[in-house]
């Protein structure tokens, strides 16, 4: 039962797949959609802003947060901790839109025991050559980080089969039109009607 007009969408994904290139360019093409920020204690890679890209954070702040019931989910990843804040769903839903998360399979895991109607979409790499190559390509991370997320790769793709869709991305223009039609369907779905009497009162003839 559809609780909430809106709706979570979560994008995971193994480093490297191409998540995060894909969910700038979904909000951007779709104004109904906010992309949810989280909470992370890793430091700042180059290029990233505070508040753009992570609320970047102490840990005992983000510690503070936990007891404070503040996060909807939060969870290890890589050594570092990240989370979603609850204020980021209250404030999208506030303005009728549908939030977008970039987060991993334990994050997708806990949204899904929530209140709210989730969307899984699962993003693949077209082969693990091209995900190492990907890794290695876009220079952001030392050399022992990207063994690392190579490694951790295999562990979150173990988890695809637990998403609503999946996909394989061999191209970005491709990937972001394929997701763009399947939140468009999924808005169309007989329960997401949530006065479904008053809606068929307004077509009876
Ligand atoms: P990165 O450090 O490369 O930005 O992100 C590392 C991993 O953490 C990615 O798989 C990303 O999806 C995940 N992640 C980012 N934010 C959150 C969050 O709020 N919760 C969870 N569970 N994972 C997150």
Not at 2 to 15: A, D, G, Q, R, Y
Not at 112 to 137: A, M
């Amino acid at each position: 039962m559809v609780k909430h007009k809106n709706f979570l969408i979560v994008l995971s994904s193994p480093s490297g797949a191409g998540k995060t290139s894909i969910s700038r360019e979904i909000i951007k093409k779709d104004n109904r959609i906010n992309l949810s920020i989280s909470v992370t204690t890793r430091s700042k890679r180059k290029g990233e802003k505070n508040k753009v890209d992570y609320y970047f954070i102490k840990e005992k702040y983000f510690k503070s947060m936990i007891q404070e019931n503040k996060l909807m989910e939060h969870a290890n990843v890589f050594g570092n901790l990240y989370g979603t804040p609850k204020q980021e769903v209250i404030n999208s839903f506030k303005k009728n839109k549908d939030l977008l998360f970039d987060i991993d399979w334990q994050g997708y895991q806990k949204l899904r025991e929530s209140e709210f109607d989730v969307i899984g979409i699962f993003i693949l790499p077209p082969s693990k050559k091209e995900l190492v190559k990907r890794l290695n390509k876009r220079g952001r991370d030392t050399k022992q980080e990207v063994l690392e997320r190579i490694k951790l790769a295999e562990s979150e793709i173990s988890h695809f089969l637990e998403y609503d869709y999946i996909l394989i991305n061999e191209n970005l223009k491709e990937s972001v039109k394929k997701i763009l039609s399947i939140i468009e369907s999924e808005r169309h779905k007989r329960e997401r009607i949530i006065n479904l009497t008053k809606f068929i009162d307004k077509f009876r003839f």
